[in-house]
């Protein structure tokens, strides 16, 4: 039970973590656009390759805020995936087989969804 | 987006993600109307912006309520099977029944569902008396009560069948299915009434990640509108966890009891 209690708790890190990143970049975003002279297209939606290449590009323009808001925006909607996964290997280290089987069905299920609707 | 703008759309965060965190039931109730008769955004825009704030209010609220032992994790991911089937299966209810027929069949399973949780309520005068011979046996420590809560879940394959349904009606109608998974959990499980709104809180931000993808890949997500809500989100649901902290379990069924007439008027209204 101690243990269960353990998992679960570490569980709950990491879903604060990822709500604590996603704040940071939307909130570095807003504040980005308030101040940036250029004001970014407002009806803009980058691909999430396009957002990849242009966050790790190192290079800044009037995007940039829409950008870091957009990936805040994807760290938030990705964590629940995380969570699940997190869950899976939890089952794998308590050696309860019967959950592994249902955390993996919940996983593939969601990555299925997930790439059918990015194609 | 003025400042006006700004303001707007967070304190709508702040309220639907109060709401959300401390029902179970996410926000998104709450958010799209907001969004399209209050913020005049379109619905599409709404209901991509109320999918993520579903995420928000999830991911902040199990946060804390994992550390607090309020969610049953086993019994949420096993019922989380079922929630994302019939999610997937929504569209073959959308090939039997009209959006119409579907919104009404729901108000009425809304009202009839609050009228069973009233019923619940007034004969419970001393809250909640879990059972605790059943499957997936738990505790958490209530604060508002000072006692610790044993409970164990009865009535399963009932409980995953509602949990289909909502799945089912979440795709179908844009809504999160924590509003019939609450009083499932706690009607037919018999587990409390803060755990029960814990573990839905734990469950539909599984549910709304996979849709808000769609949205996204549709191009409905504004990344500005979305920022403002989910900000004002996000801290409306840390306020929601410091809430149900000092709440009893009857009153957050009350409190349960009235939001569901309320969104079974809104939606006979509609």
């Known amino acids: ?35 940036q002279s250029a004001q970014p297209a407002v009806d803009y939606n980058p691909t999430l390759r396009e957002l990849l290449i242009g966050l790790t590009s190192g290079q800044t323009n009037e995007s940039t805020a829409l950008l870091l808001m957009f990936a805040g925006l994807v760290v938030l909607m990705l964590t629940p995936f995380l969570r699940v ?30 790439i059918y609707s990015l194609q | 987006m003025s400042l006006e703008s700004f303001l ?28 399209v008769l209050v913020a005049g955004i379109p619905v599409h825009q709404a209901i991509a912006t109320s999918i993520v704030a579903v995420i928000a209010t999830s991911s902040t609220g199990a946060s804390v309520y994992l550390e607090r032992g309020l969610v049953n994790m086993r019994f949420g991911m096993l019922l989380e099977v079922a929630t ?35 019923r619940r309520s007034a004969n419970n005068k001393h809250g909640d008396a879990p059972e605790t011979n059943g499957a997936f046996a738990s505790e ?39 509003a019939f998974k609450v009083p499932a959990m706690h009607l037919l499980s018999g587990m409390p009434m803060k755990a029960a709104a814990a573990t839905s809180n734990f469950m539909i931000g599984v549910t709304a990640a996979a849709s808000a993808f ?31 902290r000092r709440i009893h379990g009857k009153t957050l069924a009350w409190i349960f009891v009235g939001v569901l007439f309320l969104i079974s008027a809104q939606m006979f209204f509609r």
């Open chain 2, 140 to 178: 958490f420590n209530d604060d508002a009560s000072g006692s610790v809560v044993r409970y164990s879940v009865k009535n399963i394959p009932g409980t995953m069948a509602i949990s289909l349904l909502a799945g089912n009606l979440s795709g179908l109608l844009g809504i999160g299915g924590g």
């Open chain 2, 214 to 244: 769609i949205y996204f890949s549709h191009g409905h997500l504004n990344a500005v509108l979305a920022s403002a809500a989910v900000l004002g989100v996000l801290g409306g649901s840390f306020l929601g966890t410091r809430i149900s």
């Open chain 2, 84 to 118: 994302v089937i019939g999610a997937i299966a929504g569209g073959l209810t959308a090939n039997v029944l009209s959006g119409p027929t579907l919104t009404k069949i729901f108000a009425t399973v809304m009202m009839v569902t609050a009228l069973l949780m009233l």
């Open chain 1, 85 to 114: 996964l997190a869950a899976l290997f939890a089952f794998l280290a308590e050696k309860n087989w019967r959950f592994v089987g249902v955390a993996t069905v919940v996983f593939c299920i969601l990555v299925g969804q997930l």
């Open chain 2, 8 to 35: 707007l759309l967070l304190t709508g965060g702040v309220v639907a993600g109060t709401i959300g965190t401390l029902l179970g039931i996410g926000g998104g109730l709450f958010l799209v109307p907001f969004l």
């Open chain 1, 1 to 35: 039970m101690e243990r269960a209690k353990t998992y679960e708790r570490r569980i709950g890190l990491l879903l604060r973590a990822g709500v604590a990143v996603s704040s940071v970049l939307m909130a570095a975003g807003l504040l980005l656009a308030t101040f």
